[in-house]
């Protein structure tokens, strides 16, 4: 839908209702008061006849199924519009005498006000449901785009967790390379001490066979 296309149409639809107004009470006059009210309601079908004008632009502007809804309401909208401007002939006519002019007013000129009264009527309760349907519309994009706006911010939230969990999966290799070497240290010093242990038993053994030896001796002497 068009937003120039309805504001276009709530002013034909306020227009329209006036000018209904104005040739009901035009009806009822007579000289100068009714030339004058005439006058008034010329001035309203010219307006009327350049929003016509201009909604059928804006309708053709748009896209064929947009244009197409478009028209149909155009016509509807022109079909009120003749019936206005038919209506003023009825009432500006100066050859009829009064009591022609009475029965018109009083059987079709009452019908045909009665009938364009429920047509814009409808048109009014139209103009009020598309005017709904349009806030409607808007709040629908306002919801989108603060949806979009915060999915924006939770993949950046969700961008700024993948970096934090790199950055400590990485902190965390690094601390398994230094254990990794930690590991190899104190196995290459637990194979030492187990050499050096070795190595130092058999130092004792032998001291402890030199020391027999040496004790041997003495006593050998001695006792010779």
Do not use: P, W
Not at 200 to 217: D, K, N, P, Q, S
């Amino acid at each position: 839908m068009s937003l120039v296309f309805e504001g276009y149409e709530r002013q034909y639809c306020e227009i329209s209702a006036n000018l209904s107004k104005k040739i009901t009470a035009a009806s009822v006059l007579n000289g100068e008061q009714k030339k004058q009210k005439v006058s008034e309601v010329a001035g309203g079908l010219e307006d009327a006849d350049a929003l016509i004008h201009k909604m059928d632009l804006e309708a053709r502007s748009l896209s064929a199924s947009v244009k197409a809804m478009l028209l149909v309401k155009l016509r509807e909208y022109k079909t009120d519009l003749n019936n206005l401007k038919s209506e003023v002939k009825r009432i500006t006519l100066g050859n009829a005498n009064q009591g022609a002019r009475d029965d018109l007013l009083e059987s079709g000129m009452a019908d045909t006000l009665t009938a364009s009264a429920d047509q814009r009527a409808r048109l009014l309760m139209t103009t009020e449901r598309l005017g709904k349907s349009s806030d409607r519309i808007r709040e629908g994009r306002k919801t989108m785009l603060e949806t979009e706006e915060l999915g924006v911010s939770i993949l950046h939230d969700l961008h700024q967790q993948r970096q934090s969990l790199l950055q400590a999966h990485n902190t965390l290799h690094g601390v398994d390379d230094n254990i990794g070497r930690s590991k190899k240290i104190l196995t290459n010093i637990s194979r030492r001490m187990s050499r050096n242990k070795y190595i130092i038993g058999t130092i004792i053994m032998l001291l402890v066979i030199a020391i027999f030896v040496i004790l041997y001796f003495k006593l050998t002497r001695r006792s010779s």
